[in-house]
């Protein structure tokens, strides 16, 4: 996939972060790997697992189903081994007080109207919807691991300028302490200096503590305690987008899918079911082993169901069908919002960070010869300080505009479904 190209500046060097337009090294697609063992996803994996097979058994269930039976029984008075028959048991009837049985039966559904095909395709549905739901679990994992590595990559970045700033206010320190000690200079550039020292300090100790938030979050998605973060921030191009193929709205509709299902079956479950039953039995008793009686049946049965209970049963089924054709709209409608929200983060941080990468290089040559001026003594120490915050502030920008353009495009993916196998692939390193 093709990235953004950004012209590198001298400011780049400063910043830590490479514009040429590569996407992120290795060691990203390393931890978005390492992401996928996420235990968070391996349950959803399990999940997926889970409907597939509940989908394979409803299949199975046009089959019917058969059990093996096996029983010994003492009675308190002789009883008939077997199943007597007037005119066709062989006289005498054989009789005994322990009977052993053993046989077989078998049951099979025939479908009328549509009972079992109604709970399959609630199965595939609940198949499909969990297959829906761990792509979305990884997507999030991933976008965790991607948006906690970009805000590491900012704050790098921001920490680095901000230092560098620090150091060259620590150079101003020491001069003005020198010349305020000769009387060249008045205690208040002293005062301003310190103060901006202080400013930067307590800058530094916010960069710290939102550093170890974005660690705490790689390390709950990809298991990363020590992660490396390489300086450039690198930002795909943003896909062509359709709220019809979203995930969102997939999700939805295989949601709808199986509300529908479920109302059918719990209808059809209220007529008449039909069913073939067979069973071979095998009876010995009163030491007549050599001589069993084997009995077979085969029948067609019907059963009417009277349920009230049943009855209220697809009548919530019913309502909770409409909730989920109501819901289906909503996430449709939810989604395109959220498409059009993305694209205009991602537009606006992408225009936003290629205007602050030439506006970081102007405020880098307006410092230098503010520098100079001060150096002259053309200028005050207030007007120097002032240029280098402003210089500071624009860098802080920048590095943030990179994150979010990048970060947006992450919460396309989620959106899109995107597999992970792409999302992984469109941050790799390119020549």
């Known amino acids: 996939m093709e990235k953004y190209d950004w012209q590198q500046t001298a400011l780049g060097a400063l910043l830590g972060i490479g514009l040429s337009g590569i996407a992120q090294a290795s060691d990203l697609t390393d931890l978005l790997r390492q992401t996928l063992d996420n235990p968070g996803i391996s349950a959803r994996e399990f999940q997926s697992q889970a409907a597939g097979d509940d989908a394979t058994a409803a299949n199975m269930r046009y089959f019917g189903q058969a059990s093996v039976f096996a029983g010994q029984t003492r009675y308190e008075s002789p009883r008939i081994v077997g199943v007597f028959a007037p005119g066709v048991t062989p006289l005498p009837v054989p009789v005994s007080n322990d009977i052993t049985q053993y046989g077989v039966n078998y049951h099979l559904p025939v479908d009328v109207f549509g009972s079992i095909a109604a709970?399959?395709?609630?199965?595939?549905?609940?198949?499909?919807?969990?297959?829906?739901?761990?792509?979305?679990?990884?997507?999030?994992?991933?976008?965790?691991?991607?948006?906690?590595?970009?805000?590491?990559?900012?704050?790098?970045?921001?920490?680095?300028?901000?230092?560098?700033?620090?150091?060259?206010?620590?150079?101003?320190?020491?001069?003005?302490?020198e010349e305020v000690k000769l009387g060249r200079t008045a205690k208040i550039d002293l005062s301003l200096v310190q103060s901006d020292l202080a400013r930067l300090a307590a800058q530094q100790a916010i960069f710290s503590g939102n550093q170890r938030a974005a660690v705490a979050a790689l390390k709950a998605s990809a298991n990363a305690t020590n992660p490396v973060i390489s300086a450039n921030i690198g930002v795909p191009v943003l896909q062509n987008?359709?709220?019809?193929?979203?995930?969102?709205?997939?999700?939805?509709?295989?949601?709808?899918?199986?509300?529908?299902?479920?109302?059918?079956?719990?209808?059809?479950?209220?007529y008449p079911a039909f069913s073939v039953d067979s069973q071979y039995a095998n009876f010995n008793g009163g030491g007549l082993v050599t001589q069993p009686h084997n009995v077979w049946s085969v029948g067609i049965n019907m059963n009417i169901p009277i349920d009230p209970v049943g009855m209220k049963?697809?009548?919530?089924?019913?309502?909770?069908?409409?909730?989920?054709?109501?819901?289906?709209?909503?996430?449709?409608?939810?989604?395109?919002?959220?498409?059009?929200?993305?694209?205009?983060?991602?537009?606006?941080?992408?225009?936003?960070?290629?205007?602050?990468?030439?506006?970081?290089?102007?405020?880098?040559?307006?410092?230098?010869?503010q520098r100079e001026k001060w150096h002259l003594g053309a200028?005050?120490?207030?007007?120097?300080?002032?240029?280098?915050?402003?210089?500071?502030?624009?860098?802080?920008?920048?590095?943030?505009?990179?994150?979010?353009?990048?970060?947006?495009?992450s919460g396309m993916q989620v959106l899109l479904g995107t597999p992970s196998a792409e999302y992984i692939h469109s941050l790799e390193i390119t020549p």
């Open 119 to 177: 709970e399959r395709q609630q199965a595939q549905a609940g198949r499909a919807t969990a297959q829906l739901l761990e792509r979305q679990e990884t997507l999030l994992r991933l976008h965790q691991t991607l948006g906690a590595y970009v805000r590491l990559q900012a704050l790098a970045a921001q920490s680095q300028a901000l230092q560098a700033e620090q150091k060259q206010l620590e150079v101003y320190a020491d001069r003005v302490r």
């Open 241 to 270: 987008t359709d709220a019809q193929s979203s995930l969102p709205v997939l999700l939805a509709n295989e949601q709808q899918k199986t509300a529908d299902a479920a109302n059918q079956k719990a209808h059809r479950n209220l």
């Open 313 to 369: 049963s697809a009548s919530a089924a019913t309502q909770r069908a409409r909730v989920a054709e109501q819901q289906a709209q909503a996430a449709q409608a939810d989604t395109i919002a959220q498409i059009a929200t993305l694209e205009a983060n991602y537009q606006s941080a992408i225009e936003n960070a290629s205007a602050l990468a030439a506006e970081v290089e102007h405020r880098q040559e307006v410092v230098t010869i």
């Open 379 to 409: 200028s005050t120490m207030d007007e120097l300080l002032y240029q280098e915050r402003n210089l500071l502030d624009v860098q802080y920008a920048y590095a943030d505009a990179r994150a979010q353009a990048a970060t947006a495009w």
